[in-house]
């Protein structure tokens, strides 16, 4: 088994969670729509009649577009020889504060979303300034 420091290793587990969130999507939109209908290319911006699924969709791509700042942050600390402590624990964080987002999201609670996305961007704070040499 290959060793991944912290910052690849919580990397490998958000990229991992972003990529399945879109499963309980797709099986809401094959029940809501059929298996034809639903595999036959529907236009991708067809609301759900679930009010979870539309709001887990937007989960989804909020979770896209902060692994898409997250990951070559936590990559550059890992190739530069920059991970500490603080490092690893902020990647950790973020991974949690990624799925419980998504998870807050689906349920529609408004206050609590914002603090874990607010969690996850401040972790994103701490590998950038790492890799700045401020901390």
């Known amino acids: 088994m290959t060793k991944l420091s912290p910052e690849l290793f919580y990397t490998t587990l ?3 969670f972003t990529g399945v969130i879109w499963l309980p999507i797709i099986l ?5 729509m059929g298996i034809w209908k639903a595999l036959s290319n529907p236009e991708p911006d067809v609301r759900p009649h679930a009010d979870w699924a539309y709001r887990l969709a937007n989960a989804h791509r909020n979770a896209i577009e ?3 700042v997250f990951a070559p942050l936590a990559i550059a600390v890992h190739v530069v ?3 500490t402590a603080l ?6 964080i973020f991974f949690f504060a990624r799925v ?3 998870v807050i999201y689906a349920f529609g609670i408004p206050l609590l979303r914002t603090i874990a996305f607010a969690a996850g961007f401040f972790c994103q704070i701490v590998l950038a300034a790492r890799l700045m040499g401020w901390v």
């Not at 809401?28 to 809501?32: I, P, S, V």
């Open 66 to 68: 902060n692994l898409v």
């Open 81 to 83: 020889g920059a991970g």
């Open 28 to 32: 809401n939109r094959l029940g809501e």
């Open 100 to 102: 419980t987002h998504a």
């Open 14 to 16: 958000t990229a991992l």
């Open 87 to 92: 490092t690893a624990s902020a990647c950790a």
